[in-house]
């Protein structure tokens, strides 16, 4: 059954037939070879058994080889040791008979070479925090770098320490109230605000901070008893910072180090990451007002005062900035009717140490795909269009190695691209999550309904997911993973999935196999239930006659947007325009859906089906591209999807958290607080007249045809 599934018309080996018979075979031949020339639209029960198959070949043995192997040293990229990292998965899919490349880039990484934290007591008393997670073990023993910041500007920095939770716009204007100030003062903060790592650190800088200690709370119950230091990038944007949306090739142009485009990108002040316990031996030490009630409650246990001192903390961080190559592996599989359109897998492969959690349980996952990929096409199948798995460098960095390449080859993406599928961190704990465009709804929740629950028996894992998380989609509008180039800057429809809301080894020395099997993943079944959604909705946009992608959804959630935004507005603002082509949206949404019923319902193909599938579905692979806008969103002009990417950091009021869309409206909203009425209403206005021209460019593009 296996063999030749595609191309049932090839092993015709018989006995001499008698004449008239060879004659209406002959015919018989002629039709089917005529069809199997001419007419590319295959029988697509075809596709739905190679899918079966795909199901049935999981196995947790192979993940979890891969991942050992995978995590058998730190790999940071740009060092040494990542090299053998990337030739371990480029081997892989040789091994596999895939078609695989390597492409490089030489970007600005950024390493430690020295940092120390001291406490001066009033005393006289000086005392040294340990900075190495691992006690005795040293790090040049291990190969694990030292906790830092990348990106960091190097300085020392003297003063009193301000515990400020947070560091939040709401934090600092409680101190304030209490009449602390943290100017000239060191702060230390309490990771998990809501606000990203640079962010906190420029929130520091503009209240007169000299520089920045940054803490994570450990979890005993999950393995991490308070000495691990969470490493992490403070750059602004992403990509590479010396070829800001242009590629960062070998011997292509690149700005200076000193150019202010470039150091606008770093922050003001250095910062450095803390263990936990470090944390808390200078949170004993303040004196000053006491912290208020829920920052207790909330906060470790010798949380008492918030200072500023009287202890002196002198802290100093050197680190260098350097060009590194970093090289991203691809394996293609080509596309037998459509290889003009392309269906990318994603994972970085790079991590801050041993990356078990992130990103190679990614990794694992994606080469393990690969190789059941591999074997369907021994067993005779090929994707009706290309199917791309992507392995990146230096996303810890900002994105770096996904970033650069997108740049590279956005004309392609944008005009061939169908989805981008990325998986980072497979497996950080108990409960499926899924985020994506809306257009992918529905693929995902089908998908979910074919693949087994890992965490009981007899459930699928859309079952599993809807009894513990509602099943609920999130949106992609954060800057977190490498979707973001894809999704933001070239506007293709993309996917995010994973395991586990977080972890508390999350970038320290911690993120190891062991740690994987005893507090994640003992048995590898997460990671086989990520694989099947995964690899599954890859077959499905690879193999679908007409692209599984639903615009009704999309105008139902940029419904519901509307919905949420109208409630931060008073009537001075219209919301009209943005209900209008929300209303198109839908209307094309309906007419896009109909006419793939009627196309998939068709019992011949012929050339005229083949081409009318065709037309249909690059106008719903480009809808996507409506939501791009050539400015981009004001003050982050890279980002041109105006639907979901990042907010600005700015002083926010409350809406902060509620809106994760439109986010040159929710920036408008935010900056506007200061202005006068009618200034206010403009700039508001004028960003929701920005979002409803976007939309009614994805619904011009769904409907295929000229005003
Ligand atoms: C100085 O004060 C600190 C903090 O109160 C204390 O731990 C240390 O033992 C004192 N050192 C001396 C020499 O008294
Ligand atoms: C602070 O630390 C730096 C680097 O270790 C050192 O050079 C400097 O003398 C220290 N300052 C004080 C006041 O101890
Ligand atoms: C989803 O599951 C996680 C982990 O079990 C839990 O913390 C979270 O509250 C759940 N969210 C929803 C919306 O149910
Ligand atoms: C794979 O799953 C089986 C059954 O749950 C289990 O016995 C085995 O230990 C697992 N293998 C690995 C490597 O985790």
Request: charged content about 20%; overall charge neutral; some cysteine.
């Amino acid at each position: 059954m296996t063999q030749n599934l595609t191309k049932p018309n090839n092993s015709l080996t018989s006995k001499p037939p008698p004449p008239l018979c060879t004659f209406l075979f002959f015919i018989i031949l002629c039709i089917l070879g005529f069809y199997s020339v001419h007419y590319p639209t295959r029988n697509p029960k075809n596709a739905l058994l190679f899918h079966q198959i795909f199901l049935s070949s999981a196995t947790n043995s192979t993940i979890a080889s891969y991942l050992r192997s995978l995590t058998s040293h730190p790999h940071l990229a740009g060092t040494k040791p990542s090299l053998e990292t990337i030739r371990y998965v480029k081997t892989h899919f040789e091994n596999l008979g895939l078609e695989t490349h390597t492409v490089a880039f030489k970007t600005l990484l950024s390493y430690p070479l020295h940092a120390s934290v001291s406490m001066h007591f009033n005393n006289g008393s000086v005392f040294s925090l340990p900075l190495n997670e691992m006690g005795t073990s040293s790090y040049a023993s291990s190969g694990v770098v030292q906790p830092y910041h990348a990106y960091s500007p190097s300085g020392t920095a003297q003063g009193k320490v301000v515990f400020v939770n947070h560091g939040t716009e709401d934090d600092y204007r409680a101190l304030g109230l209490m009449g602390v100030n943290v100017n000239g003062c060191i702060v230390l903060v309490r990771k998990g605000g809501g606000l990203y790592r640079g962010a906190v650190v420029e929130m520091a800088r503009k209240k007169g901070a000299l520089g920045v200690l940054m803490y994570t709370e450990g979890d005993v119950s999950r393995g991490s008893f308070g000495f691990g230091a969470e490493r992490g990038t403070v750059m602004k944007e992403v990509g590479d910072p010396l070829t800001p949306g242009w590629a960062g090739v070998e011997d292509g142009e690149r700005l200076e180090l000193e150019d202010n485009k470039v150091l606008e990108r770093f922050p003001g002040i250095p910062s450095l990451p803390l263990s936990f316990e470090s944390a808390q031996v200078i949170l004993e030490s303040l004196g000053g007002p006491l912290a208020p009630q829920e920052w207790r409650d909330s906060g470790p246990s010798r949380l008492s005062r918030v200072g500023p001192g009287p202890v002196m903390v002198n802290f100093t961080y050197q680190g260098e900035k350097k060009l590194a190559t970093i090289h991203n592996v691809f394996a293609v599989i080509r596309g037998l009717e459509e290889p003009d359109r392309y269906v990318l897998l994603g994972n970085h492969r790079d991590a801050w140490t041993y990356g078990a959690v992130d990103p190679n349980s990614g990794t694992a996952t994606l080469l393990d795909i690969a190789r059941r990929y591999a074997l369907l096409m021994r067993k005779g199948w090929n994707p009706r269009r290309t199917i791309i798995f992507c392995s990146w460098d230096a996303e810890e960095f900002g994105m770096i190695g996904s970033t650069e390449w997108v740049e590279q080859n956005l004309l392609n993406l944008r005009a061939k691209a169908v989805a981008y599928l990325n998986v980072d961190c497979a497996v950080q704990g108990p409960g499926f999550f899924a985020g994506a465009t809306p257009q992918l709804d529905n693929l995902i929740f089908e998908v979910t309904k074919k693949v087994n629950g890992p965490d009981s028996e007899a459930a699928t894992l859309y079952g599993e997911w809807t009894t513990m998380n509602g099943s609920n989609i999130e949106r992609l509008s954060g800057v977190y993973s490498d979707f973001a180039p894809f999704l933001h800057h070239a506007g293709v429809p993309s996917v995010d999935i994973y395991y586990g809301r977080d972890f508390p080894v999350y970038h320290t020395a911690f993120d190891t196999f062991n740690w994987m099997i005893n507090y994640a993943d003992p048995f590898f079944r997460r990671h086989v239930a990520v694989a099947g959604v995964w690899g599954l909705l890859g077959l499905h946009l690879a193999d679908d006659p007409v692209l599984p992608l639903n615009y009704l959804s999309y105008a139902e959630q940029l419904q519901e947007h509307k919905d949420v935004l109208s409630s931060f507005l008073d009537a001075s603002i219209s919301l009209t325009p943005l209900a209008t082509s929300i209303q198109e949206l839908a209307s094309a949404a309906k007419r896009a859906n109909d006419e793939a019923k009627r196309l998939m319902k068709q019992e011949f193909s012929d050339d005229l089906l083949a081409l009318k599938m065709r037309a249909l579905n690059d106008r719903l692979m480009l809808a996507e591209r409506g939501f791009l806008d050539t400015d981009g969103i004001k003050g982050k002009e890279w980002f041109k999807h105006l639907i979901y990417g990042p907010r600005s950091s700015a002083p926010h009021s409350n809406h902060e958290s509620k809106l994760v869309f439109f986010p040159g409206i929710s920036d408008a909203i935010a900056e506007s607080t200061r202005m006068g009425q009618r200034e206010r209403q403009a700039a508001i206005q004028h960003e929701i007249w920005r979002v409803a021209r976007a939309i009614q460019r994805a619904a011009d593009a769904l409907k295929g045809e000229l005003t």
